[in-house]
């Protein structure tokens, strides 16, 4: 069993930052993927970023150069720092493992 629970979302304006973070707890057989997903109203999942084990991070198109994904196994964390957030990063943001464990999500809200 995993269990991940994220934080720091909420409403800002265009232009501003927040920071994500997922705290994991349970059991863990591995050292795994972990990362960040996105669903917009109206839209399908897609990913944002994700980094490995060793700290190598990936990121959508999108978000390259805006967002900082980062992680701390010896906390069972991963975070992602957003900076100039634009409307468009509107979205219920979900803290992924491989394989196949979710959080719950968390609001993320740009305002226009």
């Known amino acids: 069993q995993v269990q991940l629970v994220e934080s720091g979302g909420g409403l800002v304006e265009p232009g501003g930052s927040l920071r994500l973070s997922c705290a994991a707890s349970g059991s863990f057989f591995s050292i795994a993927v972990m990362g960040w997903y996105r669903q917009a109203p109206g839209k399908e999942r897609e990913l944002v970023a994700d980094i490995t084990s060793g700290g190598t991070p990936n990121y959508a198109a999108s978000v390259k150069g805006r967002f900082t994904i980062s992680r701390d196994n010896a906390k069972k964390a991963v975070y992602l720092q957003m900076n100039s957030l634009k409307p468009e990063d509107t979205a219920v943001y979900y803290c992924?493992?491989?394989?196949?464990?979710w959080g719950q999500g968390i609001q993320v809200t740009v305002s226009s």
């Open positions: 992924y493992m491989r394989d196949n464990h």
